[in-house]
């Protein structure tokens, strides 16, 4: 059996290799030099391993994510993970890989290996068995581009299945109780009949102005929340792209050039057409028809760059011959540059400055500067370049009233709003809990409440209906059949869930079912506790390589 599955991932592998190359590794590698808590710029100079790996450069870095990558998509049968959950998943992994060898599992036999294939996500039909056709429509997905090597795939899948034995053994058998067993089953199989009601809360509000002295209250009892954060005062050049357009000169081959890159961006949107007449296949514009808007467009593209360019020699200037600002020298390069410069309001880091278009991207690079670092690389906002220069860090400090009162009075008529809504929410569920009280039917209270009724019949959590509301879901469980639940806002819509019966099925501790649930709930909390060794060797490895801080024993 594993005969045939090497020789048809040796013929046909390569080109998921690449493939999985370009969804998975490729975006990592230009996130993978800024992972939050990591600072691995910080560390170029000194040589580091993680779990035996070399981790020192960004190559090693990005060869250490890229098995994980691969083995993320083989082992969960998900093209991708986002940044931090690939970065877990490759420590854990490499940990799992070290333990393995001090362990001394060795390499899977061909067998071993044949059936471990079998039990991949990425291989199995929609009932969860390995599937031979879902694997031969990979293959003929791929076979059309043989380019790499399937060393990769072979080394990921041997590692995988020491890691999965890895896992078995720091897991051990599993602990589930019969009432869990119980919990689940009943889970899956009550048959529910339930109503919703819902209620739009766009017009319900306090529609009363807040006295002074209620502003003046509320402010003092929500003080902390108004305390402004450490910020930074600068002054800013400012580079216009707007300026530079003068000095761009653009030749027809270039504008030609953008106008076929582009096209698409120049299409006319296609005249409406009568309900059942065909629309018209798009018309693919002309150079000289948009011409203009292509010269304006690529101008301005062009001037946005010189301007980039002015901004990043000012700021490499300033940095290279150390001028610093409050100086003569500073000054004079200044004029020398016929740069003003101009004060913003001071940054915090994460806010945003709208008039000026800072982000919370820019402002946080802003945030950063200080006495020994006084001059911003150029920080781009729209068609405008800035280069800030520090001025003074001012402390975090309590606001004043005046300060804040915008903020005040929106978060207090904010607060009003909120409470009128939850009581018309229970004014509401008092009047269909006495309505049901005096026989009448849950959907004919609500109705005569203005809400809008919904049934769902004779369902289970197995075989849910496809219109289903999840929010419903989520409340079931803690009512009893007659009962109707307190309104839950979701957005701009109040929820009241009414059951009207409940049937939870007879357990059989004898029953197929039974068993493979017990079993099933017996390698998940093996999994867990195999996951919560592995994150805790993970945790003592970075902390030890310098990459994170220990955590505090509370």
Known sequence: MFTWIQTTFKKHLPVFIVLLLLLLIIPFVFTIG????????ERKTRKLEIFGKPFTTEAQRNAFFEGASLSVFLTTGRPALDGNQLQFYAFRRAAALQYADKLGIPEPTEENLAEFIKTLPAFQGPDGNYSPEAYTRFRDNIAANPQA????????????????????????????????????????????????????????????EPTEEEIQQWFETNKIRYRLPERVRVDYALFRASEYAVKVQLTDDEISAYFEQNKSRYRQPAPEVAEGETPPPPVEPTLEEVRDRVVA????????????????????????RGLKPGTIE?????????????????????????????????TSAIAKLDEDRPVSDPLQAGDNIYVAIFRERIPAADA?????????????????NRQAITARGKEIREKLLAALAEGKTFAEAAQAEGLEVKRWEN????????????????????????????????????????????????????????????????????????????????????????LAEETPVE
């Open 297 to 320: 467009d690529l101008t301005r593209i062009r001037a946005r760059t010189l301007a980039a360019e002015a901004a990043a020699d000012f700021a490499y200037d300033l940095f290279d």
């Open 330 to 362: 500073f000054d004079n390069e200044l004029a020398a540059r016929g740069i003003r410069l101009q004060a913003a309001p001071p940054v915090a880091a994460g806010g945003v400055v709208p008039a000026l278009g800072w982000t919370p991207q820019i």
């Open 149 to 208: 090597d399937v060393s990769l795939i072979n080394r990921v899948l041997r590692d995988d299945w020491r890691v999965a034995q890895v896992e078995r053994i720091l897991g051990g058998p599993g602990f589930v109780t019969d009432d869990e067993i119980r919990q689940v089953l009943i889970r899956n199989h009550t048959r529910w009949t339930v109503e919703r009601a819902t209620l739009d809360l766009s017009g319900i509000t306090d529609p009363t």
């Open 459 to 546: 369902f289970t959590f197995s075989e849910l209906p496809q219109d289903i509301d999840y929010g419903v879901l989520s409340r079931l469980e803690e009512l009893a059949p007659g009962e109707i639940s307190p309104m839950s806002v979701q957005g701009t819509t109040g929820v009241f869930v009414h059951v009207v019966a409940r049937e939870e099925p007879p357990i059989d501790p004898a029953s197929e079912e039974y068993i493979a649930t017990r079993e099933n709930l017996m390698r998940q909390g093996s999994a867990l506790t195999a996951q919560g060794v592995l994150a805790e060797l993970v945790q003592r490895e970075l902390v030890a390589a310098g």
């Open 400 to 416: 004043t009233l005046a300060e804040v009162r915008d903020r005040v009075i929106a978060d207090l008529k904010a607060h009003r």
């Open 34 to 41: 800024a992972m939050p808590g990591l600072g691995f710029a």
